[in-house]
């Protein structure tokens, strides 16, 4: 999924695929948009963590730049995530949106 994001959003955002909140300790200096993908895998602790950190780092890195992040949950299609990647990366006048994607 990781590469068929990179391809879908191409250089419109910053692609982030954290597994702790220590990987999103030092966020990419140079797009516009920086958007975490945060994978199905990703146990509980983590994940509530990494999108805990999300308002705050929108509030931090404003107003130069966006923060986003998709919440992919078991099962999810990977369409579904793209097409999330791609709301987020295209809507300029938001961040710290969160979009969790599940199974259909």
Same mark, same amino acid.
């Given at each position: 999924?990781?590469? &068929?994001?990179t391809a *879908?959003?191409? #250089?419109?955002? #910053?692609?982030?695929?954290?597994? &702790?909140?220590?990987?999103?300790?030092?966020?990419?200096?140079?797009?516009?948009?920086?958007?975490?993908?945060? *994978? /199905?895998?990703?146990?509980?602790l983590?994940?509530?963590?990494?999108?805990?950190?999300?308002?705050?780092? /929108?509030v !931090?890195?404003?107003?130069?730049r966006? +923060?986003?992040? +998709?919440d992919?949950?078991? #099962?999810?299609? !990977?369409?579904?995530?793209?097409?999330a990647?791609?709301?987020? &990366?295209?809507? !300029?006048?938001s961040? #710290?949106?969160?979009?969790?994607?599940?199974?259909?």
């Amino acid at each position: 999924m990781n590469t &068929t994001l990179t391809a *879908a959003v191409g #250089g419109a955002a #910053g692609l982030v695929f954290p597994r &702790t909140a220590a990987d999103i300790a030092s966020l990419p200096d140079a797009p516009a948009v920086v958007l975490l993908v945060i *994978a /199905a895998d990703v146990p509980d602790l983590d994940r509530a963590m990494l999108l805990a950190a999300v308002g705050p780092l /929108a509030v !931090e890195i404003a107003p130069d730049r966006r +923060i986003a992040a +998709i919440d992919v949950g078991p #099962g999810a299609v !990977e369409a579904d995530v793209v097409a999330a990647a791609r709301f987020l &990366t295209s809507a !300029e006048s938001s961040t #710290g949106q969160i979009l969790r994607i599940t199974a259909r």
